[in-house]
């Protein structure tokens, strides 16, 4: 009998016992591949010895300091890292356990930077509908997924949204991407004027939205003219990379491929590799100067910010994504993923779209292919094809998202990068039996 409260309480779980490269095995022997990397977490796939040595080495040295006393090698290295690969213009770092937490520190700078320079009537926070960036309060309330959030509704701080950047269901047919991206631009202008255009703190947005909607890039040029949007009014662009960071798309950063400069980028998930909880919230000069001249001190904090051995695991992590064709990897077989999804099911009349970029693909569902029309929420589809895909061995990432108030289903896939071509062709083959089997 469990005394864990798992999110699922009916479900009864198999239980993990090992794990290695991209496989997962359970108490009862049986050997699952690991499509979807946990929740896109498993970038370098598991027992990986690099990163196992590294917190080891960490352990033996210290494993636990204080931030209010000491500072660590293992801390300083991740952060020269990660700026080292960034952007330009993310300079600094801010090491947090996991996603909601750099969501929650993001959304504090951006708040605490206007005031200290001198902005402290600036109070909205606008996302996109359904968005998740987190489950903590905050996080939650940033989060435009109107199921996730109905029942903690009035608890929740109030934030504003506006549409997401989803071609498949949103670009008109009339409708270039060039003047999808402008009427999404202007959708956010116009939100920003009718909340003040001098009260609105941060725009959020994922660069490639995961959880939600399963792997949805931006059409080109969207995010180049959000940050002309956000500069004109003042307004801070927080990235959330926290699912699709990390190389998950194909570059280490996923706004690198947007061609924007963010304020603040969120990352979490890949960057422990599931070795350990970590998060980061990678920051302009503009904003550690405004704390560093200000008050000279950023209100925010957690016992565990900055852990020795997760800040350990995540420079080796970070040190092995950087190597020269890791990326390069992950577009290869990033191509055959969706080659194999498009060959096996893109003629199933219940597979709507197939996409994303990178080793993050996501299939969306449809009763009917024409009307785009979900299935019946009742029907738990989600469930169904997770369960399906279990059964054969594999993990996938079913969700049941919201399309315009109305609950449809996806599946995400997000394999670590040490995946092989066989394995690929496995979970293709594994999944579209699971599909096949769910939809019957
Ligand atoms: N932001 C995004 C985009 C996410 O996908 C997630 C997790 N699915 C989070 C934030 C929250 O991260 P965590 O679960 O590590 O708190």
Redesign the pocket.
């Known amino acids: 009998m469990t005394r864990i409260l798992h999110r699922s309480i009916a479900a009864s779980l198999p239980h993990a016992v090992a794990g290695q490269g991209v496989y997962i095995q359970d108490a009862a022997g049986r050997s699952y591949i690991d499509g979807s990397g946990g929740?896109?977490v498993s970038c370098l796939g598991h027992g990986n010895v690099e990163v196992l040595d590294a917190m080891r080495a960490q352990m033996d040295r210290i494993a636990y300091a204080h931030t209010s006393f000491f500072t660590t090698d293992a801390a300083e290295d991740l952060a020269g890292k990660l700026v080292d690969l960034a952007p330009e213009g993310l300079d600094y770092v801010y090491l947090v356990s996991?996603?909601?937490?750099?969501?929650e520190a993001a959304l504090k700078m951006a708040r605490q930077y206007l005031v200290e320079i001198g902005q402290p009537q600036r109070r909205h926070i606008i996302a996109r509908r359904q968005?998740?960036?987190?489950?903590?309060i905050g996080?939650l309330a940033t989060?435009g997924n109107a199921w996730r959030r109905a029942q903690f509704q009035p608890i929740l701080p109030e934030t504003h949204h506006v549409s997401p950047c989803y071609a498949y269901r949103d670009q008109r047919p009339d409708e270039s991407a060039d003047d999808n991206a402008q009427r999404l631009a202007d959708e956010l202008d116009a939100k920003i004027r009718e909340l003040g255009a001098d009260e609105v703190i941060a725009f959020v947005a994922?660069p490639v939205?995961?959880?939600?909607m399963g792997a949805v890039p931006a059409v080109p040029g969207y995010f180049r003219r959000i940050r002309e949007v956000c500069d004109r009014h003042g307004v801070l662009l927080i990235l959330?990379?926290?699912?699709?960071g990390m190389g998950r798309t194909g570059s280490l950063f996923a706004c690198a491929a947007e061609g924007v400069r963010p304020d603040l980028v969120?990352i979490?998930?890949g960057l422990g590799g599931g070795y350990q909880?970590i998060?980061a919230v990678m920051l302009s000069d503009a904003i550690y100067q405004a704390f560093a001249q200000g008050s000279g001190l950023f209100q925010h904090g957690h016992t565990y910010i900055c852990h020795p051995v997760a800040a350990a695991a995540a420079g080796k992590v970070v040190e092995i994504l950087a190597r020269p064709g890791m990326m390069e990897q992950v577009v290869a077989m990033g191509d055959r993923l969706q080659a194999g999804l498009e060959a096996a099911l893109g003629q199933s009349p219940f597979v709507g779209d197939i996409r994303g970029r990178g080793l993050f693909r996501g299939i969306e569902l449809v009763v009917d292919r024409d009307s785009k029309t979900p299935f019946d929420p009742k029907m738990r589809l989600h469930a169904r094809i997770k369960r399906e895909a279990m059964d054969r061995g594999l993990m996938c990432y079913p969700m049941g998202g919201t399309i315009d108030g109305v609950r449809g289903d996806h599946v995400l896939l997000a394999p670590p990068y040490i995946i092989q071509p066989e394995e690929i062709d496995q979970i293709v083959e594994r999944l579209a039996g699971a599909i096949t089997a769910a939809t019957a």
């Open positions: 929740a896109a996991g996603g909601s937490e750099a969501v968005s998740y960036h987190g489950n903590t996080a989060g994922e939205v995961g959880a939600t959330d990379e926290v699912m699709c969120t979490a998930k909880p998060g």
